[in-house]
């Protein structure tokens, strides 16, 4: 999934898991579960990462987090990679991926 979005605004993700039989899947608190924006593939520099269960909260069968304003202010305008990448044990999943384009503001955060 693509993101669009101005740099520097607030944006609210959400999203659900599922099991095999389509069911919501509730990560255990020992499990984790990352939300990663770099350049590109091939970048070992993170931009923004989000966490669960610290940053990725569980709420009646969504996972939610918030891009907050500071987190892209200090981006460059264009585009950026991410994916959503789950450990339970021994087990790593890539569970989505796409990219962010960050597009052009007017009110800077050091206007404010």
Partial sequence: MDFE???GDTQ?????????S????QLDLTDRMYFTVK???NSTKVLL???FPD???YDDGYYVFTITSADTSDLAYGDYQYDIEVKSGDVVKTIG????TLTEEITHRRDE
């Fill in 5 to 7: 979005f101005r740099r």
């Fill in 12 to 20: 609210f993700i959400r999203f659900k898991l599922k099991d095999a």
């Fill in 22 to 25: 389509g069911e919501p899947l």
């Fill in 39 to 41: 350049t590109d593939a």
């Fill in 49 to 51: 990462q989000k966490k």
């Fill in 55 to 57: 940053d990725i909260t």
């Fill in 97 to 100: 991926d796409g990219t962010i």
